[in-house]
């Protein structure tokens, strides 16, 4: 998991229309790799099919 | 008239050893006192400025030299120069040993932040190594190449941080500040190559 006040993990802002699978495909190259994001963001996300435009999520 | 002569030579040549024998204790307290002066500044001028150390010693080689030839004269005629330079040897080496001391400081305090600062860069890469080997597929940004140099740089990098750990732990603050610079350099250029700074 990410540590949640390390300044060098990367964040991404959700765009409309993205899902944790695609922004696992733009950031790994791999959409089934979207857990890693999910696991890193627990403490904004409950519910890895419900994100919203805005959030920002940490990219480990 | 040739007696007279010798009588006069003779009275010369004693006027002449007598002066030189009068010039043979200042001239060894001369030297005796550069020689005091100067031990109370080698270490320190050793360190920081060995180049100007070496010219005084040969300055007081000189000296000592002409005292061991009888030329008390000549002694005499340097010990003041000797004496300057060695002042301002001892000065030189004072600035300088401020200097390193200000360095030191400067550096210690930097460490503070970079010693928390280096593990997190490091951890962010590592993360993101771990998880781009499991990728099926690299991202567009990505290449296999990159992420194979950003795997070898990370250990490379945890080496050099560790090193730059223990020369902290040792009190070289400045050595440490040196390798934790290039570490973040190394690992800024890292995190560019895997698309970690947009």
């Known amino acids: ?60 | 008239m040739k007696k007279q002569s010798v009588w006069l030579l003779a009275v010369v040549m004693a006027l002449l050893l007598a002066g030189c024998a009068s010039q043979k204790g200042p001239a060894q307290q001369a030297i005796a006192s550069a020689e005091t002066a100067l031990a109370a500044v080698r270490d320190q001028a050793q360190k920081y400025v060995p180049d100007q150390l070496q010219a005084v010693e040969s300055q007081l080689q000189s000296a000592k030299d002409a005292f061991a030839k009888g030329d008390y004269k000549a002694v005499m005629a340097t010990a003041p120069a000797l004496t300057a330079a060695i002042s301002s040897l001892g000065e030189a080496a004072q600035a300088k040993a401020a200097d390193a001391e200000a360095a030191l400081a400067k550096a210690k305090e930097a460490w503070g932040a970079t010693s928390a600062d280096v593990p997190k860069m490091l951890d962010a890469i590592q993360s993101r190594v771990d998880i781009l080997s499991k990728s099926h597929h690299l991202p567009a940004h990505v290449t296999k190449d990159a992420l194979a140099s950003a795997k070898s740089g990370l250990d490379s990098l945890k080496s050099t941080w560790s090193e730059a750990s223990s020369a902290a732990t040792s009190g070289d603050y400045t050595s440490a500040m040196s390798k934790a610079q290039t570490v973040k350099d190394k690992a800024t250029e890292i995190m560019k190559s895997l698309g970690m700074t947009s």
């Open chain 1, 1 to 60: 998991m990410a540590d949640d006040n390390n300044p060098y993990t990367q964040t991404h802002v959700v765009q409309s229309g993205e899902t944790l699978s695609k922004i696992a495909q733009k950031y790994y190259g791999d959409a089934s790799l979207y857990d890693k994001i999910f696991q890193a963001n627990r403490d904004v996300l409950k519910d890895p099919n419900k994100i919203f435009p805005g959030q920002k999520l940490k990219i480990p």
